[in-house]
């Protein structure tokens, strides 16, 4: 038989990165919100979910399960070698522990493939980020990069990240870069999605020294970030990147490709087009519609988005650091050299505390 897991033991589990979760819910399930990191093997799909559901409230449980049961029997060969092909220990859940991981947990045991179930499913690990949500206590400090629009700050966070480095992604946790044009080519999360991912990176980050991010807005997109990071950021080491408008430029256009994007490019112009001056806004608006994306970009950055910036100057703030560089690789090396002075306390306290 299958054996049911603790939202506890899940956790623990999960941080030892020693199980897979697989998620049976159906498609759009998944889509709203998962425990991150989850695969989606659904019992039903979406039709087939709502076609069970409508029976057991129009008609009765009975007819329901008999036509779970019929859909399931049809599909249980190729269910069942999916999870087969999945090395290591796995977890099923669904929205609340009930019928549809029971039935996956049961057939796979019946066929020799050990699973564990959640206790209490997805539901159980919501109330369980909004739990330590509340609770959020975050003790290393932050340090936090700045700069104009297209100095490249997410960018330096992910080529940090990827050489070790604690790093608190929030754009990539909310599935948006938080301006107006924020979600060109991004799905956008919703806050449930954005709470698991960022109560899972603090997690994860917890024995770190200090946490990495960028100097997001209390919202990024629709989503809103938790008080107490707001807090930890505005009390951290800010830095400043300095680079050219030319390599500004350029990586806007090698992020957001915009000739791939060009009507959603036009659709988030039109929203802030009455607030730059009209002869320069005219002239923006024909670059876009000729794909001049290089001269329209430049033309934002000057006329529009670092005049927003320029109230938010680091002059007259004392924890602060200034990197002037000519491109995103020089700003990386020159941040490695920063944190040098952010040695490890062998005392530090973990990142969230439940």
Known sequence: MFQDLTLEELSEMRQKKELITIDVRSPSEFEDATIPGSLNIPLF???????????????????????????????????IKQFSQIPGNKVVFC?????????TATVLSLMGIHVYRLEGGFRAHRQGV????????????????????????????????????PVLDLEAMAGHRGSVFGSIGLTA??????????IDSLASNQHSPYLLLEAESKRIGKIVLPDQLIYKKEE?????????????VQHILEEYHPSDHQEECMRAFIQIKSRIHTPIAAEIEQCLKT?????????????????????SSLSNIENRS????????????????LLLRFEPKSNMEPIVKC
């Not at 409508?54 to 859909?71: F, H, M, P, S």
């Not at 300095?242 to 390599?247: G, K, Q, S, T, V």
């Open 45 to 79: 799909d979406d039709e087939e979910r709502a076609e069970v559901g409508t029976l057991y409230t129009q008609v009765n449980v009975q007819a329901a399960k008999d036509r779970g049961l019929e859909i399931v029997s049809a599909k249980l060969p190729a269910f």
């Open 95 to 103: 929205w609340r522990g009930g019928m549809r991981s029971r039935t």
């Open 130 to 165: 909004m739990k330590a949500l509340d609770e959020l206590t975050i003790t290393p400090p932050a340090i936090v990069l700045h700069g104009n629009t297209g100095s490249g700050k997410t960018a330096i966070l992910h080529q940090l990240s990827d050489k070790g480095y």
């Open 189 to 198: 999360h919703n806050q449930k999605k954005f709470d698991a991912l960022l």
């Open 236 to 248: 951290g080491h800010q830095i400043w990147l300095d680079l050219p408008i030319e390599a500004r």
């Open 291 to 311: 794909e001049r994306f290089d001269s329209a970009i430049e033309l934002l950055l000057i006329h529009y988005y670092d005049q927003r910036y320029a109230h």
């Open 322 to 337: 200034v990197v002037k560089v000519d491109s995103i690789v020089d700003a990386v090396h020159e941040i490695e050299q």
